[in-house]
């Protein structure tokens, strides 16, 4: 038999723990209080030749759908444009980041599973990168060594939806 866990709850998106960045995009948060241990839930809104974070790559899985607007792809050194209902899986070492395209915001769901202390992450050095705002200062293995040149984000107290 399977227990019932206790924590199970709503929250409308809106109401969500958003941040907002001058380099990167603007994301709401449902990775509350812990609560999912071993996946991350994010929803990203990528303005125009903006990207959603560092190229990078995990020792663990991510997968991505297209909720409206275009986007740019760039994985393993590659470009690929996508549109809505376009989904991504990202087999742990897949080197990847988003950058918001066409006229207007993009809006992306991420799932990614989470290793806890084991996981870890890789920003390399990718010309295709720099050209699109995503490449790290130095290759590194370090998140604070890898945004160490950019602001850290700031919450938003409750943005207006959409956002633009």
């Not at 998106?13 to 209080?33: L, M, P, Q, Y």
């Not at 207007?104 to 290793?115: T, V």
Request: charged share 25%.
């Amino acid at each position: 038999m399977i227990q019932e866990q206790a924590g199970w709850f709503v929250v409308n998106v809106k109401d969500a723990k958003w941040r907002s960045s001058d380099t990167f995009c603007k994301g709401a948060n449902f990775e509350i209080d812990g609560r999912f241990p071993d996946v991350g839930i994010n929803l990203m809104v990528l303005s125009p030749g903006k990207p959603n974070c560092r190229y990078h790559r995990e020792n663990a899985q991510e997968d991505f759908l297209v909720l409206s607007g275009r986007c740019t792809l760039l994985v393993n050194d590659e470009k690929k444009e996508l549109g809505p209902w376009d989904f991504v899986h990202c087999p742990p070492g897949v080197s990847h980041v988003f950058v918001g395209a066409g006229a207007g915001p993009c809006a992306l769901l991420a799932i990614g599973h989470r290793r806890g202390e084991q996981h870890r992450y890789w920003y390399p050095k990718s010309e295709l990168a720099r050209r699109h705002g995503a490449e790290v200062p130095e290759s590194t293995d370090q998140i604070p060594v890898a945004y160490a040149d950019v602001a850290p984000p700031v919450e938003l107290v409750r943005p207006e939806w959409p956002l633009e």
